[in-house]
């Protein structure tokens, strides 16, 4: 795992059941990632004594009836980093967030392991947005190839050209269950916008046309 200092990570959400089991999940999975908040409404967060964090996961849905581009502007000017949560996909939503400075967006029924992957891209200054909202905002754009995660294109590269999910997941410092939700994701993208890339040899090929490998790049042996 990363040797640089853990992540300060702060959640909010107003449903108990769900701030428990994200808390106890979150402090077991990895450990470059730090909880040192879990509260149920946006005062608590701003006057909690660790406060400000490096990244906060956010629930769209507090009942506070507070823009959610407030929020953004509010976190951004202390210098954090945002992720938000939300039970349903809406991509006028998203939009908004996105362009007020949120840095990931994730409906809860994604894979637990992708919670982990969108802090870290937060932390990182990269976007990170869920399969499912990902999917919804390309909707219209049948035909083009898919907006991918900075994660998605590095994943996409190593395993177009040619290396095994292990060795994908170990040059990336990734789990491979984690790998593998990635090309999952990445395939459901490209799928959606018309494009089948099944197999390893049509997901090379398109990783080729889209820029995202060069063939110098590839491994002999691989035609």
Known sequence: MPTDAPIRLAIVD????????????IRNATADITMVAAVASWPELLTHAEF????????????DNLPISLKIA???TAGVKTVLMSTYSDPNLV?????????????????AVMI??????????????SAELDLALSAGDVGGSPKLS???????????????????????????????SYLKRIR??????????????????RAIQDGILLQTDMPSGTY
């Not at 400000?52 to 009942?63: I, W």
């Not at 969108?118 to 976007?127: N, Q």
């Not at 292990?166 to 491979?176: G, H, M, R, T």
């Open 188 to 205: 459901e993208k490209y799928r959606v916008a018309g494009i089948d890339v099944g197999t390893k040899v049509a997901l090379r090929k």
């Open 14 to 25: 107003d449903h108990k059941m769900l701030l428990g089991a994200l808390t106890e999940w």
């Open 95 to 111: 939009r908004e967030a996105l362009g007020a400075g949120a840095l990931g967006y994730l409906v809860k029924s994604e894979d």
């Open 74 to 76: 509010t976190l951004k």
């Open 116 to 129: 982990v992957e969108a802090i870290r891209s937060a932390s990182k200054g990269e976007s990170y947005i």
């Open 52 to 63: 400000p964090v490096d990244v906060v996961l956010l629930d769209v849905d507090l009942k």
């Open 150 to 180: 900075a994660q998605e294109r590095r994943v996409m590269a190593l395993y177009g050209g040619g290396e095994p999910v292990k060795s994908v997941a170990y040059q990336l410092d990734i789990s491979e269950e984690t790998a593998k």
